[in-house]
RNA sequence: GGCGACGUGGCCAAGUGGUAAGGCAGGGGCCUGCAAAGCCUUUAUCGGCGGUUCGAUUCCGCCCGUCGCCUCCA
């Protein structure tokens, strides 16, 4: 069975095929830099990470994945000047959004995304030279409009050509009434164009630009980085594009749009995008005061495995809602796995049938909750333990997340508790066996007792 | 107002036109000095009302509810 991935452009699952024989390229929007990634967003992250790593480990593909900085855009400027008001604009957005930029990989690296994973992280600064000669060349095509030292693209003259809606059924009439007034942002002759090239403003950081003749200083606009730089990277059209669902519109509709207007390309064969994350049952907000960074629920004393495995058990078109029962129930799911996995012996049934009962799953739009169904059935019945052990350690690699126990090797220390309360066990002085299991536990390592002898675990295994 | 998603046992979550996987939690039991782990066992008619059908949770219509997009957003 080959695999079939959830398309957004035609709402349905297509048979994935990759452009190029064997290579996959994909692009994942990233962070814009202006703060730490907030929990939503590494549900994006993981499941990006998630897809990359079926193309690769399960599919067998050569992989091509870019992910983006965005280091340029309203709110890396407004805040940056606010952090560091005695620096220059330009030197304050680099210092402002490379400490953010940090922070993102750093929260990336825990929850297992690796970075070497990416051939490329570019940032939006370092392409303005691509990002102005798309803007030349939809400008050429007639598809932009200079307004004031801004260049917009011009969706009405789009329309009479080529159809803006690709991913939604949009209706601009609409899309018009139900828009408000922008009464602070630079004036558009219509709501629904978007700026490929912002003119500057005043203390704001700038690149000259050229066009038409006229001396346009200023900025890219936020869509046109993502065009620029995966044309860059991939090509176009390249085979995947992910994101969160919010992105759909307006970001990867204009990205469709752009390169279709200056280059009469298609993006991206799909679009592929993972549903929200919900905290308590609501849109997580800074308000309801249910926000929240890596940081907070490491805090809390959740281990950043958990989250991962929490997103990643359940299904990325899926809303998931976030909550101290969820984590727990994730906690305790992933320890059960690891315990079986622990104790697991014997067995004589083939795994080959779950294999394939696991695979299919995967390849059906990365059905994930099937999947560790089928894992649970392979703990579950008497299977060779060393050919579930192999396919754990490949789940491992698909999942990002451990199931295998941690081949520790137990302090000679505890291992002297162990046996001293072993001892006292037979001489059955249970209060000083039950005070060494304690002490072994403060270390951090749990003493079982097993049919005739016992067994040292470290905790959280 | 326009577009869309979702509503399955206490919680989470699959799934199919022919009476519903899996996980967590709970109950009972086994094992155990105790504990932990493990093992066995136990709990649903699928939001509501109609329709199509021999038969619908699965198809269609309406209603109710939750959420999202249409404006920056993973």
């Excluded at 950081?205 to 980085?225: K, M, N, V, Y």
């Excluded at 333990?385 to 997340?401: L, T, Y």
């Excluded at 081949?407 to 046996?419: D, F, G, L, V």
Aim: a negative charge.
């Amino acid at each position: 069975m080959s695999l079939y991935i959830y398309n957004t452009s035609s709402k349905d699952k297509e048979e994935f095929k990759p452009i190029d024989n064997n290579e996959v390229k994909i692009y994942s929007c990233g962070p814009t830099v202006y703060n730490v990634p907030h929990i939503g967003n590494l549900r994006a992250f993981v499941f990006a990470d998630s897809l990359y790593r079926w193309l690769k480990y399960g599919e067998k593909y050569e992989t091509k994945w870019v992910m983006n900085i965005t280091d340029v855009d309203d709110k890396t400027i407004r805040d940056s000047q606010k952090e560091y008001p005695e620096l220059s604009a330009e030197e304050a957005l680099k210092k402002f959004t490379r400490k953010y930029e940090d922070a993102f990989f750093a929260d990336l690296e825990k929850i297992n995304i690796k970075k070497d994973s990416f051939i490329e992280n570019p940032r939006a600064t370092e392409y303005i030279k691509a990002m102005q000669d798309l803007t030349k060349d939809i400008y050429e095509q007639g598809f932009a409009k200079i307004v004031d030292g801004s260049v917009f693209f011009d969706v009405k003259k789009y329309t009479e050509s080529n159809k803006y809606g690709v991913l939604l059924n949009l209706n601009l009439d609409n899309l018009k009434s139900g828009t408000r007034t922008l009464a602070d942002e630079i004036e558009k002759e219509n709501v629904q164009d978007f700026a490929l090239w912002k003119g500057k403003k005043e203390g704001e950081p700038c690149w000259d630009f050229e066009l038409d003749g006229q001396s346009l200083p200023g900025r890219p606009g936020w869509h046109i980085e993502c065009s620029a730089m995966s044309s860059v990277l991939l090509g176009l059209p390249f085979d995947i594009h992910t994101g969160g669902i919010d992105l759909v519109f307006p970001h990867h509709e204009n990205e469709i749009a752009q390169a279709q207007a200056g280059w009469n390309k298609k993006t991206a064969n799909f679009w592929v995008h993972n549903e929200h994350l919900m905290v308590e049952g609501k849109k997580m907000s800074k308000s309801l005061g249910n926000f929240y960074v890596l940081q907070d629920l490491i805090d809390k004393g959740v281990d950043p495995e958990v989250i991962r495995f929490f997103f990643i058990s359940n299904h990325y078109r899926a809303k998931i809602n976030l909550s101290e029962d969820s984590l727990q129930n994730a906690e305790n799911t992933l320890q059960k796995i690891r315990n079986q996995l622990a104790i697991k012996e014997g067995g004589s049934m083939s795994t080959e049938e779950k294999k394939q009962e696991f695979y299919q799953a995967m390849q059906d739009d990365l059905n994930t909750p099937v999947a560790f169904s089928v894992l649970f059935e392979l703990l579950k019945g008497d299977y060779k333990k060393d050919e579930v052990e192999d396919f754990f350690k490949f789940a491992e690699k698909v999942f990002g997340v451990r199931f295998l126990p941690k081949n520790e090797q137990i302090p000679e220390k505890i291992q002297k508790i162990a046996q001293d309360r072993w001892q006292a066990k037979k001489d059955k002085n249970f209060e000083l066996a039950d005070d060494l299991r304690k002490k072994a536990l403060e270390e951090g390592y749990e003493i079982r007792d097993t049919a005739d002898s016992y067994e040292i675990l470290p905790l959280k295994q």
